[in-house]
């Protein structure tokens, strides 16, 4: 046998271990039922994070736990396209070489993006592999290839045919630098100072009356379509019903009353531009007003609606030069500096603008009454439960989803125009050409739609998808629905939710039963991470310090539900430590030649001491079979620490120190060989390693039948034996604190007196 160094170093055996590991990450024949973990599948582009870390940790732990017991377990792994993100990425690639990414045709374009993939996507699935992760990498899914592809396409054809997608000009977030609609996912609001601009509006056919309005964004107003007041408002009751007139164009509009204006705001007087502000979008539906677009895609002022000054020139410039206008003409009343939010692309960096626009979306209201159902019946639990209120309040306030993008990477929408504006939405070019010879036109007739899916349409489908789906396939037969998905709390809506409206729409069946919504992690102060404030902490950085156990172990240590992590290197220390600890009593078993890997079913017990350590061991087996049952993942690491360090070092192990029991050396061995097999699925590294070189066996991945099993253990002898060890803290207590005093004598006298085996080991552990 070989002897394990003196000193812990992951770095000496973590990639051995994991490459000699790899083909045990598949899933196996079993009678004992399935396990499915869905991957989030982290973007193309991505890189390993904490966030990643937290997660990705957490699911191994579960994946290898259940795949230990017994079960087919599944940890279904892949790589989302992330189509802004990617598209973002290549783009400035292609500037670093001189080229416009304009000027490439759609078609060059995408060959660049698989290119640049094939070449540097995918980096992240080396890290999890670098963290532990024991997913079946062959087994990966993306979400651009090709039997994904066939996949959202009969998915979207099939939401068209049953009227649950539409095409409509709707009020959208508008990214001028990428030219696209994005997600409120994709927005970060930055509390920002802001200047409020009161104008005034002249009345009509009134001599010199005026109304003033105040607006953060007065070169909107070409845009406006009424002036709104709240109806008890007696400053303005006289003005509803008239009209009043935008300055430097002349075009009337109407004064309206309507609940919604805050009195006590600004002026009181609110500009209503429907196409530029989502909540005069409600109020322009309301009143059945214009809508008029004065910002086109780039973020220039439109020329059909506004003044000369001011045409085709950009939004940040024509702010400035209309206030200044305004102010030469006097029709600024004042300025009043402001706090307000601000929405950015947190892609772009570009401020967000309301847009009018035709887009794709989906209906899902219905979807959502039967998704909320769901949960509220049970069904699907989440864990900790507060998330449950975060998702029915989203899912009870549901809007249709906007699922366009108006960029080139991405699943493009299988919709096809006809000369006339007739659509044909069908799953290829042949299906639709069929389609449209029915109405009389030919195939080249028609042209596609240029827009491409939301990225969360494809990834709404991944529980089933990955699967196999629309075929019926056998994995999918075993492995859904599946078991538990992890994820972070900021997609319960933009993913969780939409897996769960998809799932039942196609699947007839929910997509899992739990969801187990991890905490953000947070430097040690408790501030979120941030490259600006230089706190970000690099999961691989700290792999290469102290090894991929020591993070992982502290990962799952900090996981208290409900409350944030607040990560730092000091923790890790510790749990550095505590695997220290582990590493230094397999040492000195080896050095006793302890024989490892007996089961301890087989094993007669005699010794009260012997009993006592297994029935702590089977009580740590109970303990972290609960503890995974109920996500608590910071409970199993406690239990694994209190075991190894309280009830096998601080005391077991002494006792063995200065003798030769046989049958005690063979308690000790099968104990420390199921105590690894314990703790396998949180340091899976340093287990495994010990495990081959201690000759228990050549890995703990898979199921086995060495765990202390049914074996009976005697209440009576456990309770005796914990009393005594109870004695012995007092005595070393006492002992450290106050030297060989008179109690600490009095102690050592209650030790001498213990009758039977126990009064053998005194000597060797006071």
Same mark, same amino acid.
């Given at each position: ?45 991505? &890189? ?7 997660? *990705? ?18 940890? $279904? ?60 990498? +062959?087994? +990966? ?5 090709? $039997? ?14 049953? #009227? ?14 990428? $030219? ?67 300055? *430097? ?98 892609? &772009? ?70 000369? #006339? ?8 070019? /042949? ?84 969801? *187990? ?53 000091? $923790? ?29 079913? #087989? ?84 287990? /495994? ?51 060989? +005093? ?25």
């Amino acid at each position: 046998m070989k002897l394990l160094d003196k000193t812990y170093d992951p770095s000496q055996f973590e990639k051995d271990v994991y490459n000699r590991s790899i083909a045990w990450f598949y899933p196996t024949n079993s009678a004992n039922g399935f396990y499915t973990v869905l991957m989030p599948p982290p973007n193309v582009t991505g &890189s390993l994070h904490m966030g990643h870390a937290l997660t *990705y940790t957490i699911q191994d732990i579960l994946i290898r736990y259940n795949r230990q017991n017994g079960l087919s377990a599944l940890w $279904q792994p892949g790589m989302d396209h992330a189509g802004i993100a990617t598209q973002m990425v290549v783009s400035r690639e292609l500037e670093k070489e001189g080229i416009d990414v304009n000027s490439l045709t759609r078609e060059e374009l995408i060959e660049r993006i698989l290119e640049w993939k094939e070449q540097s996507g995918g980096k992240i699935f080396d890290q999890q592999k670098a963290l532990g992760c024991s997913a079946p990498w +062959s087994l +990966s899914r993306f979400t651009m290839d090709k $039997q994904f592809c066939e996949a959202v396409n009969e998915a979207f054809v099939a939401l068209y045919e049953d #009227n649950l997608i539409f095409r409509a000009k709707r009020l959208v977030n508008w990214d001028t630098k990428l $030219q696209t609609a994005i997600s409120d996912l994709e927005i970060q609001n930055k509390e920002e100072e802001g200047i409020l601009w009161y104008i005034k509006y002249n009345i009509v056919d009134s001599s010199g009356e005026f109304i003033t309005v105040a607006t953060t964004r007065p070169e909107t107003m070409f845009g406006d379509a009424a002036v709104a007041v709240h109806p008890d408002d007696d400053r303005y009751k006289n003005f509803v019903g008239k009209q009043v007139i935008i300055p *430097y164009t002349n075009r009337k509009i109407p004064v309206i009353a309507d609940d919604y204006v805050d009195r006590n705001k600004g002026s009181g007087c609110l500009k209503i531009t429907p196409a530029h502000d989502f909540n005069d979008f409600i109020i322009g539906q309301r009143h059945n007003l214009e809508m008029i677009t004065v910002l086109d895609v780039v973020g220039h002022m439109v020329p059909e609606y506004v003044p000369e000054f001011l045409k085709c020139i950009y939004l940040k410039k024509a702010r400035n030069l209309l206030v200044r206008k305004l102010k030469e003409d006097e029709l600024l009343v004042k300025e009043e500096k402001i706090l307000h939010s601000v929405p950015y692309g947190d892609r &772009s960096g570009t401020v967000i603008e309301p847009r009018l626009t035709d887009q794709w979306f989906i209906e899902t209201s219905s979807l959502a009454e039967l998704a909320i159902k769901a949960v509220e019946e049970g069904q699907i639990k989440f864990y900790p439960a507060k998330w449950e209120n975060t998702y029915f309040d989203w899912m009870r306030n549901i809007e249709p989803w906007c699922i366009s993008r108006q960029i080139v990477w991405g699943h493009r929408i299988p919709a096809w125009y006809g000369p #006339n504006g007739e659509v044909f939405v069908e799953k290829n070019e /042949d299906d639709a050409a069929l389609a449209a010879a029915k109405c009389g036109f030919s195939v080249e007739q028609l042209y596609r739609e240029t827009d491409v899916l939301d990225t969360w349409f494809s990834s709404a489908l991944w529980p089933f998808v990955t699967l196999g789906w629309p075929e019926q396939t056998e994995k999918l037969a075993k492995y859904y629905p599946t078991s538990v998905l992890v994820t972070g709390f900021d997609i319960i809506f933009f993913w969780v939710a939409r897996m769960i409206m998809m799932s039942q729409y196609f699947m007839k069946e929910i997509p899992f039963k739990n969801v *187990y919504i991890h905490a953000l992690v947070r430097d040690e102060k408790g501030q979120k991470m941030s490259k600006s404030k230089g706190n970000v902490i690099d999961p691989l950085g700290i792999m290469n310090e102290f090894g991929a156990d020591a993070l992982r172990f502290t990962l799952a240590f900090l996981s208290v539900p409900g409350r944030d992590v607040k990560f730092g290197k000091e $923790q890790v220390k510790i749990s550095r430590n505590f695997i220290t600890k582990i590493w230094n009593a397999a040492r000195f078993l080896q050095f006793k030649e302890i024989p490892f890997g007996i089961k301890l079913s #087989n094993t007669k017990i005699t010794s009260k001491l012997g009993n006592w350590v297994i029935a702590k061991l089977k009580k740590l087996v109970r303990d972290i079979e609960q503890n995974i049952r109920d996500y608590r993942f910071d409970y199993a690491t406690r239990n694994i620490q209190f075991f190894l360090r309280d009830i096998f070092c601080d005391f077991f192990i002494e006792t063995i120190k200065f003798q030769d029991d046989g049958e005690i050396l063979a308690i000790a061995g099968g104990v420390f060989s199921d105590f690894l097999r314990i703790t396998n699925p949180f340091l899976p590294f340093v287990t /495994d390693h010990l495990a081959k070189v201690l000759g228990i066996c050549d890995s703990f991945v898979l199921a086995n039948d060495g765990v202390v099993g049914d074996i009976t253990t005697s209440e009576e002898d456990e309770k005796e034996v914990d009393k005594f060890v109870e004695l012995v803290h007092e005595v070393r207590s006492e002992k450290q604190a106050n030297g060989e +005093s008179d109690e600490y004598t009095l102690l050592c006298e209650k030790l001498k007196a213990w009758p039977g085996e126990l009064k053998n080991v005194i000597g060797i552990v006071v």
